[in-house]
């Protein structure tokens, strides 16, 4: 198996990016990284198990095989103790009957075979020293044996040598058979002690088996859980809006980490659409407001036309001060209708997206008044009811405004002329500031609330509406953390806009602690 296959690819094949589109250098860096995947990891771990598998059989066929040996050295010092005490009986019987001394020299001949061909073992079994004794013995025995018949054969075997013979053959008879029976107990432990080794094997392999198999488990668990756990933890961040960069946590290359990049790529895709979405929908909203700045400067711009004709129609019959004050009025006229430019010129600039700290008061104030002339135009009822020192809170000033006039204008649709639209803002919770939007149009149908802030959903007649501009104040408001709800019934209804706060508020003011600001 070649394993570089895992750890190494061509610079071709370790970057496929969908659709051919080109690497940031942070994608670039990313997938340059040493590649660890999971195939190598998981068929890795089954080969440690298999490798280990394979030992411990080996382990326990030269086990078995060494037992095999054992045996039979153990049957080999059986048959040694035989011939041995086979010798001693044929010995014995020629004492008391004179008879089977032939077959006692045979019999120790055949021990003492027995002994030369397994000095080795013998060695290992006893020692040096013991070996030396074993064989001293057996060959002191096996000499009288030898002196013994061939006495007999010549018959001059008196009864003196006989007795001393046969003292002698009992002494060193009884050793031999003592270093014998010594040997094969010694042997026989041996064999013993292995096979007990090898019944305990089975359950020392499964025991390590089993540890091992957890061990795994546990080990490949957290190579997969815990990368997908960080990835069900990033995907609930990016559903609050939060469409920042997916960190990767590992220091090496994985499947984890493509979809890492994937996720990091759509990331890009969908704030670069939802920009797109706000912008488009801020350019209908500039549509709205554009119809109420021309009807607000059409006052001031008549005023001037009518303040400047009669300059010109009657400036020599006008003194100097009646000159200077209808010239302050031609100049009071052309700041109002600047100060009404100015406001729509504010919204519709194009600035780079920031999050800062921001007054929430303050940015409602700036977007009242920016939809003051379209209240004016509707001749609505524009209330506002602001707490003062209120915190602060963190977004971007551009796109929260947005958010606001997109619900008043929301509003502004749903009453008829000479409606009631009511700015309310106040904490809500410590940590937590509440804006709500209320306006006493037609309400929303009860089958529509659960869709109004679906992209493209709107109740509003074909060619009034995009059914955009719920949807953008979600996005928005979701960015910021926090979160949007409405409540509707005919006559009513309610937008409550809540959104986190940098410094903790102690508890929500009652309505005798707001601040009134304007009702238009």
Not at 253 to 263: G, K, L, M, N
Not at 333 to 352: C, G, K, Q, W, Y
Not at 375 to 392: C, H, N
Not at 404 to 422: K, P, S, V
Request: net charge neutral.
């Amino acid at each position: 198996m070649n394993l570089s296959h895992f750890f190494h690819q061509p610079a071709g094949d370790r970057h496929p990016v969908p659709g051919g589109l080109a690497l940031t250098e942070q994608e670039r860096e990313l997938l340059d990284r040493p590649a660890f995947s999971f195939r190598f990891q998981i068929i890795l771990g089954f080969l440690i198990v298999f490798l280990l598998s394979v030992a411990i059989i080996i382990g326990a066929m030269v086990a078995v095989n060494h037992i095999q040996r054992r045996i039979t050295t153990f049957q080999t010092w059986q048959r040694f103790l035989f011939d041995v005490e086979q010798a001693r009986r044929w010995e014995k019987n020629f004492f008391l009957y004179g008879t089977n001394l032939q077959e006692a020299l045979e019999s120790s001949h055949e021990a003492q075979r027995l002994l030369e061909a397994n000095l080795e073992a013998l060695e290992a079994i006893s020692g040096p020293q013991g070996r030396e004794a074993i064989a001293g013995h057996l060959a002191k025995y096996h000499a009288l044996l030898q002196d013994l018949y061939r006495l007999v054969q010549a018959g001059t075997l008196s009864s003196r040598v006989q007795d001393e013979l046969e003292t002698n053959l009992r002494h060193y008879g009884a050793l031999v058979v003592e270093d014998a029976a010594d040997v094969a107990a010694r042997e026989n432990q041996l064999v013993l002690s292995w096979l007990d080794l090898m019944q305990k094997v089975p359950t020392y392999y499964l025991v390590f088996h089993f540890v091992l198999m957890l061990w795994m488990t546990r080990f490949l668990s957290n190579r997969f859980m815990k990368p997908l756990n960080y990835l069900v933890k990033q995907t609930k961040r990016i559903a609050t809006g939060d469409f920042s960069d997916v960190k990767p946590i590992r220091k090496y290359r994985d499947e984890f980490t493509t979809v890492e990049v994937a996720i990091n790529r759509m990331l890009r895709e969908l704030e670069s659409r939802q920009n797109s979405l706000i912008d488009s929908h801020k350019l209908r909203a500039v549509g709205i407001l554009t119809a109420g700045v021309a009807h607000e400067l059409n006052n001031p711009l008549n005023n001037i036309m009518l303040t400047a004709h009669a300059i010109l129609e009657e400036y020599q019959a006008l003194s100097a001060e009646e000159t200077v004050a209808m010239v302050k009025d031609i100049v009071a006229e052309t700041d109002r209708s600047r100060a009404i430019v100015h406001n729509l010129l504010d919204f519709t600039r194009e600035t780079e997206s920031v999050m800062g700290p921001l007054q929430l008061g303050r940015l409602l104030e700036e977007t009242i008044r920016l939809a003051r002339n379209q209240v004016k135009v509707k001749r609505a009822i524009l209330e506002s009811l602001i707490a003062p020192d209120l915190p602060q809170v963190h977004g971007d000033r551009q796109q929260l405004k947005q958010a606001f006039l997109n619900l008043i204008l929301n509003a502004l649709d749903a009453i008829g002329e000479e409606g009631i639209i009511r700015v309310t803002a106040a904490p809500a919770a410590p940590g937590v500031l509440q804006v709500q939007i209320e306006d006493n149009g037609c309400g929303i149908p009860a089958d529509a609330l659960t869709h109004v802030f679906d992209p493209f959903y709107t109740t509003k007649p074909v060619g009034k509406g995009t059914g955009l501009g719920l949807s953008v104040v979600h996005g928005i408001v979701t960015k910021h953390g926090g979160d949007v709800t409405v409540k509707s019934a005919p006559g009513h209804t309610v937008f409550t806009v809540t959104l986190p706060c940098r410094a903790p508020v102690a508890a929500p003011l009652d309505p005798a602690g707001r601040q009134e600001g304007h009702r238009t």
